[in-house]
Structure formats: structure tokens, C-alpha cells
């Protein structure tokens, strides 16, 4: 059963920057696939960035530019470095694989407001 952590969220400006970790239990962390997906309130969860196990990665056309995905395998963490953060990046971030998923893990909240 992996288990997933995600942090690093917070109160930021517009403009601000963040970087979001996710630390996940169990030993097929480095074989999979993994992503980072957003759930704002009254909308659906989406996904933002992916990384495979040999660091390739894919981006949503909104945070493409702004937004990093990158991985430790030996740490089992990926991490989502965000920069020049807009107010429609509020959301509650979640990491997982791509389906199937995981069990959830709480997410981290980020809201970009003045």
C-alpha cells in the first residue's frame, strides 16, 4: 500500500512562488509514473504535470512556463516547482500516478491571493 504526503503549500501573492513536495511510502515509487493534479472548490480535479520514472515531462497549457515537475527517486519525492503564480492556481494539490491511482493522500492547499 503506498501512502503519499504531500506540503509545501501556503498563502502567496500573485506572482509568487512555491515549491510543493510529495513523499511517497513503499518501494515501486521509482517504476511509476507520477503527476501532480489541482481540485479548486466546485470544480473537478485536474491534472497539471507528469513525470515518468526517466524524467520525461507534460504540462497543462495553463501552467506550462511556471510550473516544474521533477522527481528523487532515491527519496521517493516528486516535487512541483511553481513561479509567477496566478490567483486561478488556488487550489488543493494532490500527487499521484497516473490511473490507476493510489489511494489519495490529504493534498496541500495553495492559494494565490493579495
Known amino acids: 500500500q503506498v501512502q503519499l504526503v504531500e506540503s509545501g503549500g501556503g498563502l502567496v501573492q500573485p506572482g509568487g512562488s512555491l515549491r510543493l513536495s510529495c513523499a511517497a511510502s513503499?518501494?515501486?515509487?521509482?517504476?511509476?509514473?507520477m503527476g501532480w493534479y489541482r481540485q479548486a472548490p466546485g470544480k473537478q480535479r485536474e491534472l497539471v504535470a507528469t513525470?515518468?520514472?526517466?524524467?520525461?515531462?507534460n504540462y497543462r497549457d495553463s501552467v506550462k512556463g511556471r510550473f516544474t515537475i521533477s522527481r528523487d527517486n532515491a527519496k521517493s519525492t516528486v516535487y512541483l516547482q511553481m513561479s509567477s503564480l496566478k490567483p486561478e492556481d488556488t487550489a488543493r494539490y494532490y500527487c499521484?500516478?497516473?490511473?490507476?491511482?493510489?489511494?489519495w493522500g490529504q493534498g496541500t492547499q495553495v492559494t494565490v491571493s493579495s
Open positions: 499521484n500516478r497516473p490511473y490507476p491511482f493510489y489511494s
Open positions: 513503499g518501494s515501486i515509487f521509482s517504476g511509476n509514473a
Open positions: 513525470i515518468t520514472p526517466s524524467g520525461s515531462t
